[in-house]
C-alpha cells in the first residue's frame, strides 16, 4: 500500500502546484483579481484601480486587453507596458454606469507577450453594486399557454430617501391589460396584469416613466409573457 501511495503522491503534487506554476510563468501577481465596490446612485462613471507586481526574474510585457462589455475599457497607469522583476503597476478600469441597476459583475482579460491569443494569463473581475432606487419585483411574470388568466402584480417600491412618482405608463401588447394601484404615492405601486388571451405565446412590456431627479431611474420597465407549452 504504501509503494502505491509513493506512486500516487507526485501526480497529487503535479495537480497541487500546476496553479502556482501558471502564476510563476505569468509573472504579473495582482493584489486581487477580483474588486467589489458600491457606486453612489447618480454616478455616471466609475474607476477602479487593480494594483500588480511582476513577481518573475524577467521583464514582462503587457500586450492588450479586451472585455465582453463594451461598458468596459482600460488603461495602464502612466501608460507603462513593460515591468522587470520587482516593478510594479497599476490597471485602471472604466465602468461607464448608464442605465445599469443593481449589481453587475463583469470581467476584463489581460495578456502578455508570453501569452497564446487564445488564452489570456489574467482575468480581473470587478463586481458594481448600482443601488436600486425604483424596484419592480419580480422583473417579469410569467403565465403558461392554455393556462388560466388569472391576475398577478408587481410590486413596486422606493428604496431612496425622497419619494418617487410615476408620471406615465404605457404597454406594448393590448394582450395584457394592467391598472397600477397607489399604496403610498412616491413610495410604493402594485402593477396588476390580467392577460385577455393566453391560448398563444405572446410577450410585452409595460413602461414606466418617473419624476425620479437621476436619469437612470426615470424609465423602468416590467415584462409580460405567455410562455410556450412544453
Known sequence: MFHCFTRILPCLLLTVLAPLQVQAANGLTFASNRVDVTAKPDALKL?????????SKRTITISRWDSACSCLSARIQDGKMAYKPGEKGKILIDFELGSFSGTQVKTVMLWTEDDSAERP????TVAIKIPVLFDITPKTIFWDQGGEKETKSF???VNHDKPIRILNHSGTNAAFPYTIKTIRDGWEYELVVTPSDV????????KLTTDSAIKRYQRQQAFVCV???K
Open 155 to 157: 410590486k413596486l417600491k
Open 199 to 206: 391560448s398563444t405565446p405572446a410577450f410585452g412590456m409595460i
Open 121 to 124: 494569463s489574467t482575468v480581473l
Open 227 to 229: 410562455r410556450r407549452k
Open 47 to 55: 474607476t477602479v484601480p487593480y494594483t500588480f507586481e511582476n513577481t
